[in-house]
């Protein structure tokens, strides 16, 4: 299984899709109607749509996976009374499968028979989408259902996340302990650090800082720069997340410490803690389809502790 792609829904796609195109480095897939499908230098037809909507919220996230997996997980979810709807792909790359609501309104979306397109060279580009994490109100039973349901496996705990992985990559998303739900970030993997390095120069040449980064984390060893998007969202470059065996021995908080006043390996730069927050909170789920015969409603807003 791997991750494919994250769809969002905004009031001003055409906008965000500039953004990423012109400053933050991505390459034009197709427009169909409102919505823009942009792409990297790998494979998948897009990396990341931009749906427009009134407001702003994530439609769902996108696996690609066997007729196997989708069966396992179509199964399992509706024997767990997961929301859950069949659906035919209409984005670039086609496809059938399944979209799951997990138990605190995270939409993910499982296809098969999808289709891919040829690379493209560009040194600058995103290769993919490395890993999405999502903001939770209990990470641990978020990160336990994804392993009962889903099929995969937790990799690390640390304090602030649980780390959780759909192949041999250290992890495709995570779940955050930030007591409420909500899209956390998007990482989009890098050829290598130089073009990590690269992509920091070109978003300092049109005036944007780091929230956070460059840096290494622990778990996953990836680099790392965020950045929050003028179009609301926290958006990382990444590169050389570790991969793992299959019997990767998942760490403990404990196992992830640091000396004080240093919170990755590096220990380089700071971290803007209350506008990474406020940018977190800000995309959330909405249902728009109609699971197991019922009315499509939102799923609820956990709120934000004080």
């Not at 959330?284 to 799923?299: C, D, H, K, L, S």
Request: charged share 25%; glycine share 10%; with cysteine.
């Amino acid at each position: 299984m791997k991750l494919r792609s994250i769809e969002l829904a905004l009031p001003d796609p055409a906008g965000a899709a500039r953004f990423m195109l012109d400053i933050w480095g991505m390459a034009p897939g197709e427009v169909r109607g409102d919505t823009h499908y942009l792409r990297g230098s790998g494979t998948y037809p897009y990396l990341v749509s931009f749906e427009k909507a009134d407001e702003e919220f994530v439609r769902h996230t996108t696996f690609v996976c066997t007729a196997q997996e989708l069966a396992g997980i179509r199964a399992k979810a509706a024997q767990r009374g997961w929301p859950l709807t069949d659906t035919v792909s209409e984005d670039p790359g086609a496809g059938t499968g399944v979209i799951v609501e997990l138990p605190e309104g995270e939409l993910l979306r499982f296809l098969v028979d999808t289709t891919e397109v040829e690379p493209i060279v560009g040194r600058d580009l995103p290769v993919k989408l490395t890993h999405v994490v999502f903001n939770s109100a209990d990470a641990e039973a978020s990160g336990l259902a994804a392993e009962d349901v889903l099929g995969f496996r937790v990799s690390d705990r640390t304090k602030g996340m649980v780390f959780v992985r759909c192949n041999d990559s250290h992890h495709s998303t995570a779940f955050a302990r930030a007591g409420f739900s909500s899209l956390n970030h998007i990482a989009f993997e890098m050829e290598d650090l130089d073009a990590v390095m690269r992509g920091i120069g070109r978003m300092r040449d049109h005036g944007f800082a780091p929230a956070w980064g460059p840096g290494r984390h622990g778990p996953g060893a990836n680099v790392y720069a965020y950045y929050i998007a003028p179009f609301g969202p926290v958006i990382e470059y990444s590169t050389a997340v570790e991969k793992v065996p299959e019997d990767y021995k998942a760490g403990e908080p404990d196992d992830w410490t640091w000396p004080p006043n240093r919170i990755d390996q590096w220990g380089i730069s700071d971290k803007d803690f209350a506008g990474l927050r406020q940018a977190e909170e800000r995309f959330r789920f909405r249902r728009t389809w109609e699971p197991n015969g019922q009315p499509a409603t939102p799923a609820p807003a956990v709120p934000a502790k004080a």
